[in-house]
């Protein structure tokens, strides 16, 4: 966005969301009681930055008649889309990078998803899936007996050892939630998003992971040597702590509660499409949950009836990018649905690569879809000015 | 509505709006406190709309895959041209009948409305408008002694006496509400929509009002003559009760709620290109009321903000009928924006008369505005039919 502003001779706005970093409307409160959390919704949002624009443009010197643009990644991406829908007065049109807008209802399979991570594995070395795959059973094998159990946490290197097959459970969502995160993060060079990683990173770890035929304790002291890669780029880890994934602070609490509201999107693995243990997308237990964390039950129609699921096709002027490495692709808009609603895929992409910074290592894949979307927005800019000068 | 289902053979769904009606969702508290009106919106009432027509797509046999089109008239008109905006997803087009969706903000000026009442008197009888200009001032005049006030309740055969100065300003206030309501419902045939009405009432009431040049109380009692039209059609009214304006009850507890939240439209007169006493817009009194009535105040810019204002030229599938004696069609969309967001104008029409049953009575131009929307609604059924078979 930095370069691309340069281009454009454009401002730059990073409207942050309700509930998100400092922006608390019921201060400290926020988050202690569900009365306080009923004004954190996507809609609630869309209007704070449709207002926010009027501000701007009200405010500041000679920024009135400009085009606006709206740019996100991820969830933003859906915002950046959705505002585009909800508010196409307001913007000229919108890049939605990596935006999951369909992975709402039945719009798409809710094995998708780890569909798309075990690819990412496959791709990255020999063996590398398989060995993950096998990887459950065995660490089930060694949670049986209590000095299983211990020599699991030593060679895991656990801040806590687990102490019952609660914590062993735990133990593998951590894990299956570290290779998800790799996906995401799989950047052609040295990053730091949700950890500070090298460069290709699912190759680095699947190096550790390309024997087929070792013993339950080998297999999971090379299990090791990749989780290490994730969580110890730096060296400085001195134990794994099974209880965060991530090192930067991206709202978990406020998603938590979206997620727990509107954003409900069913995930699902069968152990066959994908390496992960077989799990099937059970909305009851996952509403429950919700109830006893927030004391809210999620409306999981409500996305698609508001936002228009697969139905957006009288909307217009948004690209939506994806990289074909981010699990997230799975429910993004990967096919022009119209002229004005485009798809650009990045084979070599994983998470909204596209909205990072130039960088020597990009493939030639992201710099085509960067300077895609820049013509797109020009043009959206031109037509803008076009319609100004019919008006008048 | 009835004569054009039958036409396309469509099912007809009448949607009570939220607070409104039997729709209360705090049932006989909901008008109780401003906590449980926080819910009465127009966003609230789409998407009441769009889970109902889901709801029904899913329970009625051979519903799912229907074309559904958007109907109103005046606040409903609104609903309508704004549920196709926001949810274009749902509907594949919308009929807003007599719909001021820009009565807001800034959008038209704030006497257009009056400056059409008055032109309907004007035009109705010779001398009507200037008689109806003259009474204020003989009201005025009369009700400055005691004897004055008494002869003026007397004459004006009120149920209740008017005893000082205030009683006279709402006097006058609910004159100036007969005379507007008139021009809303000036049909060309005897009809029943706010009260029971001659044909082309303006035109019976004016029949009073054609002396320019009489006493104060000669003019009042023609005064007299024209409301008792009004108010006294059927024969059955003993006196008149000037806290009433309207027969049927319209909701208007929700509609003043709204109107101090959302749906601020300004208003004023200046008795020059009015019939009425000079009265500017004043949004901090307006404000003040509006707290004092329901402890809230009024946010005049989000209609504006929400729907786009003047500029909703990206939006499809609208028609916007208006009829010019209508002084609500000062507020509305009376021109083509673009090839399907378009404008249809009803010299003879008044409000939403394009929406009323047949009748032997209807002006040419109101056959011919109906056959226009039917056409334009076949068209979009036609595009959807189209936009389906390319999908499969």
Not at 38 to 61: C, G, H, M
Not at 256 to 284: H, K, L
Request: charge should be neutral.
């Amino acid at each position: 966005m930095w370069d691309v502003a340069e281009e454009l001779k454009a401002m730059l706005v990073f409207a942050e969301h309700r509930y998100y970093g400092e922006s608390l409307p019921f201060g400290n409160n926020s988050f202690k009681d569900s009365r306080y959390l009923n004004y954190l919704t996507s809609e609630q949002a869309l209007a704070d930055f449709a207002v926010l624009i009027k501000y701007l443009k009200r405010t500041i010197p000679g920024a009135k008649n400009q085009p606006v643009i709206a740019l996100g990644g991820s969830y933003g991406g859906m915002l950046a889309a959705w505002f585009r829908m909800k508010y196409p007065h307001m913007v000229v049109g919108a890049l939605a990078a990596s935006a999951p807008i369909w992975h709402f209802g039945n719009l798409v399979p809710c094995g998708v998803f780890m569909k798309i991570v075990t690819e990412d594995f496959r791709k990255s070395g020999p063996n590398c899936s398989e060995t993950i795959h096998d990887s459950w059973g065995a660490i089930t094998r060694l949670a049986r007996t209590g000095s299983g159990l211990h020599w699991l946490s030593e060679a895991l290197h656990l801040c806590t050892p687990l102490r019952n097959s609660q914590d062993v459970q735990h133990l593998k969502g951590w894990i299956s939630e570290t290779w998800i995160n790799l996906a995401m993060v799989d950047y052609p060079y040295e990053s730091n998003f949700l950890q500070p990683l090298p460069a290709w990173p699912i190759k680095v770890v699947c190096k550790y992971l390309n024997n087929p035929s070792l013993s339950d304790a080998q297999l999971l002291q090379n299990i090791f040597q990749a989780l290490n890669i994730y969580y110890n780029y730096s060296g400085q880890a001195r134990c794994l702590n099974i209880s965060e994934t991530t090192t930067s602070n991206l709202g978990t609490q406020g998603w938590s509660y979206q997620a727990c509201t509107e954003m409900v999107m069913p995930f699902c693995t069968n152990g066959i499409d994908d390496m992960f243990e077989p799990r099937s997308w059970n909305f009851r237990e996952y509403s429950d949950d919700c109830f006893k964390q927030w004391g809210v039950r999620p409306r999981p129609a409500w996305i698609t009836t508001v936002y228009g699921g697969r139905n957006i096709s009288s909307h217009s002027n948004i690209v939506f990018s994806n990289g074909e490495l981010d699990p997230w692709s799975g429910g993004g808009v990967t096919k022009d649905i119209t002229d004005t609603l485009v798809a650009i895929t990045i084979p070599e992409g994983a998470h909204h690569l596209d909205l990072r910074a130039r960088n020597a290592f990009d493939p030639t894949t992201v710099l085509l879809a960067r300077s895609l979307e820049v013509r797109h927005m020009k043009q959206w800019i031109r037509d803008f000015y076009a319609s100004q000068r019919k008006k008048h």
